[in-house]
């Protein structure tokens, strides 16, 4: 239970399956392409159909260039999440991302591909609050499967301005030997902008995620870069700098044993793009930009 008032004292401040495209019926097969082909994406779309039109239309599919189809299935779907679509009108995009990409041979076995490792900026999220792309938040719910969901709504009904949360950035590296390093780093504003910080979980890359995953053992969190604290001067700047991270990783094992480490599952990654999911709650996606291959954080 002390874990448990800590935790939600820090949030409260700080605050379909992948499936090979040739397993589809051609039917679908060609309703997804009919999209891809079709997409001429209107700014004032409100939903997938409107985006697109119909998705029953028939076309031929006798030779077609299935890297196109990737292509045009990127653009759909950025181009869907800068208008504002949400919901199963992202998640029908995701979809035809990966089968056109899983059937060109294109953005996939991220963890030996060495695309997966940079600097990402977080442009998507199927979750309330940017704050859940945190790694911390998926070992959190794995610790307290049952209250995490009730602590989380009180948090996030915290209306604008008096909470305000992004932009979201995740650095990861990866060695040769698939071990590395995951850092995810979220503005979180409080009170009109009057005090911000940026909560930082660092965390370890170990062995155990497959082809298209990697398995990370959440470390530390800690609210970074505390204007709060930058107001007092020197002073704020030495409580900040000497400041311990919490140590979210060890106090979540003694609740659960393994509730500390998560698989984050990545179903398409190139030189620009990228799309996850959280292997415990599969349904959750998130999509990332590339800042860069090495990175430096910018928030």
């Not at 950035?169 to 009057?194: C, E, H, M, P």
Request: charged share 20%; with cysteine; glycine share 8%.
């Amino acid at each position: 239970m002390i874990l448990l008032s800590a935790s939600v004292v820090f949030i409260a401040l700080n605050a379909p399956l992948l499936h090979g495209f040739s397993a589809f019926p051609s039917s679908m097969k060609r309703r997804s392409i009919a999209r891809l082909q079709s997409a001429q994406p209107s700014d004032s779309a409100d939903s997938y159909d409107e985006f697109f039109g119909s998705p029953d239309a028939e076309v031929e599919t006798t030779g077609y260039n299935s890297r196109d189809f990737v292509h045009k299935a990127k653009m759909a779907l950025t181009e869907a999440v800068s208008a504002g679509l949400t919901g199963e009108d992202v998640r029908r995009l995701v979809g035809d991302l990966e089968t056109s990409g899983s059937q060109a041979g294109v953005g996939g076995e991220s963890t030996y591909s060495g695309l997966l490792a940079g600097e990402w900026e977080l442009i998507y999220t199927s979750e309330d609050d940017m704050t859940r792309s945190s790694p911390f938040f998926w070992a959190f719910r794995q610790a307290f499967p049952q209250e995490s969901d009730q602590i989380f709504s009180i948090t996030d009904a915290i209306p604008a301005p008096i909470k305000e949360v992004g932009p979201a950035y995740q650095t990861i590296t990866i060695d040769n030997d698939s071990s590395g390093t995951f850092v995810s780093r979220v503005k979180v504003a409080t009170l009109g902008g009057a005090a911000t910080s940026i909560m930082t979980t660092r965390a370890t890359v170990i062995a155990g995620g497959g082809r298209d995953g990697i398995k990370i053992r959440v470390e530390t969190t800690k609210p970074e870069e505390s204007t709060v604290l930058q107001k007092l001067g020197p002073l704020g700047e030495f409580i900040g700098s000497n400041s311990p991270p919490f140590p979210s990783g060890d106090a979540l094992e003694k609740v659960v044993k393994g509730s500390s480490e998560v698989i984050i599952r990545t179903t398409y990654c190139d030189e620009n793009l990228r799309v996850s999911r959280n292997d415990a709650r599969y349904n959750d996606i998130y999509v990332f930009k590339r800042k860069s291959f090495q990175g430096v954080f910018d928030v």
